[in-house]
């Protein structure tokens, strides 16, 4: 893969985060989520409900979130190498991470995200999308387990 075209097309800043979506999720692909990435990856998690920022996401307290017991945000940071992924835990129907396209330096950095998307896609049997922020119609990236496909549509903003 061509780094330069991945940068200009791909990781370019055009004043928005990429978005990471998993669509049509369950509290059980949630789970198996927060298991991968609490195994796997350096996290920060400020726990609202102890008030103490914690190393692992306790999923216990994302489930009493969408159950409607606390009324605070929850959001994790989880770390690929020196790429900041946030996680927002807004729905139980679609896990969403959020990047900013300014960390990717280097191929290395994308083949890492790309690593981190091929192994959620295959623990969860489903798709992964990656857009533009805030818009879903404009597709960079599909994966579906070890298949990669880079879409470089016309984007917004270039």
């Known amino acids: 893969m061509n780094w330069d ?3 200009n097309k791909i990781y ?3 004043g928005g985060w990429l978005d990471i979506h998993v669509h049509n999720t369950t ?3 949630w789970q198996k989520w927060v298991n991968y990435v609490n195994q796997n990856f350096k ?3 400020y726990n609202c409900k102890t008030e103490i920022g914690e190393a692992k996401i306790d999923f216990s307290v994302i489930e009493e979130f969408w159950d409607g017991c606390h009324d605070f945000i929850l959001t994790a940071k989880v770390f690929i190498e020196d790429i900041q992924v946030n996680v927002h835990f807004f729905d139980e129907t679609e896990i969403e991470n959020d990047i900013d396209p300014r960390e990717f330096k280097t191929i290395d950095d994308h083949n890492n ?3 981190y998307l091929k192994k959620l896609s295959n623990i969860l049997n489903k798709e992964v999308i ?3 922020e805030n818009c879903p119609e404009i597709i960079l990236m599909k994966i579906k387990g070890e298949s990669v ?3 470089f549509p016309q984007r917004l903003f270039n």
């Open 5 to 7: 075209k991945l940068k």
């Open 12 to 14: 370019v800043w055009d």
């Open 27 to 29: 509290r059980s692909e």
């Open 43 to 45: 996290i920060e998690w």
């Open 113 to 115: 995200l790309i690593d």
């Open 130 to 132: 990656v857009t533009p």
């Open 149 to 151: 496909e880079i879409l």
